[in-house]
Protein backbone atom coordinates (compact mmCIF):
# COMPACT_ATOMS: atom_id res chain seq x y z
CA UNK A 1 0.00 0.00 0.00
CA UNK A 2 1.44 3.55 -0.80
CA UNK A 3 2.20 5.72 1.97
CA UNK A 4 -0.48 8.25 2.39
CA UNK A 5 1.55 10.92 5.09
CA UNK A 6 2.64 13.21 2.17
CA UNK A 7 -1.04 14.69 1.98
CA UNK A 8 -3.26 15.85 -0.69
CA UNK A 9 -1.54 18.05 -3.08
CA UNK A 10 -2.11 21.85 -1.86
CA UNK A 11 -3.77 22.72 -4.84
CA UNK A 12 -6.43 20.29 -4.02
CA UNK A 13 -6.51 21.67 -0.40
CA UNK A 14 -7.27 24.99 -1.84
CA UNK A 15 -9.62 23.68 -4.24
CA UNK A 16 -11.69 21.98 -1.50
CA UNK A 17 -11.58 25.12 0.78
CA UNK A 18 -12.19 27.60 -1.50
CA UNK A 19 -15.72 25.19 -3.20
CA UNK A 20 -16.53 25.45 0.73
CA UNK A 21 -16.17 29.27 1.26
CA UNK A 22 -17.86 29.35 -1.93
CA UNK A 23 -21.15 27.24 -0.47
CA UNK A 24 -21.01 29.85 2.56
CA UNK A 25 -19.76 26.48 4.80
CA UNK A 26 -18.14 27.15 8.00
CA UNK A 27 -16.24 23.82 8.64
CA UNK A 28 -18.49 22.90 11.32
CA UNK A 29 -21.21 22.55 8.82
CA UNK A 30 -19.24 20.90 6.08
CA UNK A 31 -18.36 17.83 8.78
CA UNK A 32 -22.18 18.01 9.80
CA UNK A 33 -23.12 17.16 6.12
CA UNK A 34 -21.02 14.18 5.19
CA UNK A 35 -20.39 12.57 9.22
CA UNK A 36 -17.08 14.94 10.11
CA UNK A 37 -16.17 16.59 13.21
CA UNK A 38 -15.00 19.95 12.17
CA UNK A 39 -11.47 19.35 13.76
CA UNK A 40 -11.01 16.71 10.91
CA UNK A 41 -12.44 18.87 7.78
CA UNK A 42 -10.04 21.66 9.45
CA UNK A 43 -6.74 18.98 9.48
CA UNK A 44 -7.99 17.82 5.80
CA UNK A 45 -8.06 21.54 4.30
CA UNK A 46 -4.34 21.73 6.24
CA UNK A 47 -2.77 18.46 4.86
CA UNK A 48 -2.51 17.23 8.46
CA UNK A 49 -4.82 14.48 7.26
CA UNK A 50 -5.13 12.92 4.10
CA UNK A 51 -8.70 11.71 4.10
CA UNK A 52 -10.06 8.38 2.61
CA UNK A 53 -11.44 7.94 -0.83
CA UNK A 54 -14.70 7.55 0.11
CA UNK A 55 -14.51 10.89 2.74
CA UNK A 56 -12.63 12.89 0.16
CA UNK A 57 -15.36 11.80 -2.69
CA UNK A 58 -18.33 12.93 0.06
CA UNK A 59 -16.72 16.04 0.49
CA UNK A 60 -16.00 17.17 -3.08
CA UNK A 61 -19.60 15.69 -4.17
CA UNK A 62 -20.98 17.75 -0.91
CA UNK A 63 -18.97 20.99 -2.91
CA UNK A 64 -20.70 20.69 -5.98
CA UNK A 65 -17.48 19.06 -7.84
CA UNK A 66 -16.63 15.55 -8.22
CA UNK A 67 -13.41 13.28 -8.93
CA UNK A 68 -12.49 11.91 -12.10
CA UNK A 69 -9.46 9.99 -13.75
CA UNK A 70 -8.69 11.68 -16.98
CA UNK A 71 -5.83 10.67 -19.22
CA UNK A 72 -2.47 12.51 -18.09
CA UNK A 73 -2.87 13.62 -22.23
CA UNK A 74 -5.73 15.16 -21.65
CA UNK A 75 -4.82 17.05 -18.05
CA UNK A 76 -4.01 20.16 -19.54
CA UNK A 77 -7.20 20.45 -22.22
CA UNK A 78 -9.45 19.94 -18.75
CA UNK A 79 -7.40 22.30 -16.80
CA UNK A 80 -7.78 24.45 -19.42
CA UNK A 81 -11.37 24.28 -19.48
CA UNK A 82 -11.32 24.87 -15.76
CA UNK A 83 -9.84 28.31 -16.01
CA UNK A 84 -11.97 29.24 -18.85
CA UNK A 85 -14.96 28.54 -16.92
CA UNK A 86 -13.44 30.31 -14.27
CA UNK A 87 -12.34 33.24 -16.20
CA UNK A 88 -16.41 33.36 -17.31
CA UNK A 89 -17.54 32.94 -14.00
CA UNK A 90 -15.80 36.03 -13.08
CA UNK A 91 -16.79 37.96 -16.34
CA UNK A 92 -20.82 37.42 -15.84
CA UNK A 93 -21.70 38.87 -19.51
CA UNK A 94 -20.41 35.92 -20.91
CA UNK A 95 -21.84 33.45 -19.00
CA UNK A 96 -24.16 32.19 -22.07
CA UNK A 97 -21.13 31.09 -24.22
CA UNK A 98 -19.95 27.22 -24.57
CA UNK A 99 -16.72 26.26 -22.79
CA UNK A 100 -15.82 25.13 -25.77
CA UNK A 101 -16.08 26.26 -29.59
CA UNK A 102 -14.84 24.06 -32.37
CA UNK A 103 -12.09 26.35 -34.63
CA UNK A 104 -14.37 27.41 -37.42
CA UNK A 105 -12.66 24.77 -39.41
CA UNK A 106 -13.54 22.11 -38.00
CA UNK A 107 -17.16 23.03 -38.75
CA UNK A 108 -16.74 23.01 -42.07
CA UNK A 109 -17.27 27.33 -42.22
CA UNK A 110 -14.36 29.03 -43.24
CA UNK A 111 -13.47 32.36 -42.58
CA UNK A 112 -11.52 35.96 -43.55
CA UNK A 113 -8.65 36.64 -41.99
CA UNK A 114 -8.69 39.73 -40.84
CA UNK A 115 -5.40 42.05 -41.00
Do not use: C, F, W
Amino acid sequence: MKDRSHGLPATLRQTLTAARHKRRLSQAELGKLVGLPQMHVSAIETGRVVPRYNTLLDLVRVLDHDLLLVPRDLVPVVEALVQERNRKARNVEHEDEPLYQPDDEEDGESTERRS
